[in-house]
């Protein structure tokens, strides 16, 4: 049986400023990536959006990022290992503290920081060690082969490896720089087809044409993407209709 996690960047609001469709969203995925309120979010979103997620039965992560709210946490800072590792476990922590026996399902970095996890290992090491350290029998969600995905391996971590439905890729395997035209996929139709060929062949196709081979455990759909509902609602039908089961039990 073929079997696939489905996910989601939601609890992005703040304040009285409202990002995402998160209700509806909520109603296709099976896990929920909740920002911890450095790169987005706030108490009290965090809290609403962990209480909405528990009404749909959608498993909660924590989604820790640069403090960077203007920036959306999508800019690079410069920060030592150690830094890093305390931001990521402050962030954490802040958002099980709002899960029942304050407890997550998993942890995915956001961004900026995701990125630069998965290609340098040193920053890697510094995100998993965060993550052990407020939440050591989480999943850690990192970008398929790579720095991040060898790092929660080496430190007896759970890991899932992640592919994106609505990105690009380039040929070694990492996304397509946001700053790129053609970094973000709206169509329904094409993100659709390539979330389904990434599942059945573990491969996906770069921007280049080549052929990128991949283990895929779940699969992401921003929430801050405006076709967030459309697409997530035409991928799990897709993937259900083809005999796929989406469910964060991975």
Do not use: W
């Not at 909405?52 to 960077?68: K, M, N, R, T, Y």
């Not at 890697?124 to 970008?143: E, H, N």
């Not at 996304?175 to 573990?202: C, F, S």
Request: net charge negative; proline share 4%.
């Amino acid at each position: 049986m073929t079997k696939v996690d489905f996910n989601s960047d939601l609890g992005e609001s703040y304040g009285h400023y409202i990002v995402g469709l998160d209700p509806l969203i909520l109603k296709q995925v099976t896990s929920t990536n909740i920002a911890c309120g450095f790169h987005a979010g706030d108490p009290k979103v965090m809290r609403n959006t962990v209480k909405l997620a528990l009404s749909e039965g959608v498993a909660i992560g924590a989604h820790p990022g640069f403090q960077d709210l203007q920036g959306f946490g999508r800019r690079k800072i410069d920060m030592a290992p150690e830094d890093i590792t305390v931001m990521v476990q402050y962030q954490v922590g802040a958002l099980a503290a709002f899960t029942p026996d304050h407890r997550l399902h998993h942890v995915k970095a956001h961004g900026a920081l995701y990125n630069l996890a998965a290609k340098n290992r040193v920053v890697a090491d510094a995100v998993v060690a965060g993550i052990k350290a407020a939440a050591p029998d989480t999943i850690v969600y990192g970008l398929a082969n790579s720095q991040l995905i060898e790092a929660a391996k080496e430190a007896n971590m759970r890991y899932a490896q992640e592919v994106f439905a609505d990105r690009n890729y380039q040929a070694d395997g990492t996304l397509v720089p946001r700053t790129h035209d053609n970094a973000v996929i709206t169509n329904p139709d094409l993100a659709t087809q390539r979330a389904l060929k990434m599942v059945q062949t573990q491969t996906l196709t770069a921007i280049t044409g080549e052929t990128v081979p991949l283990a895929v455990d779940s699969i992401c759909v921003h929430g801050d993407n405006e076709e967030a509902v459309a697409l997530t609602e035409k991928i799990k039908t897709t993937l259900a209709e083809n005999g796929i089961t989406i469910t964060s039990e991975i």
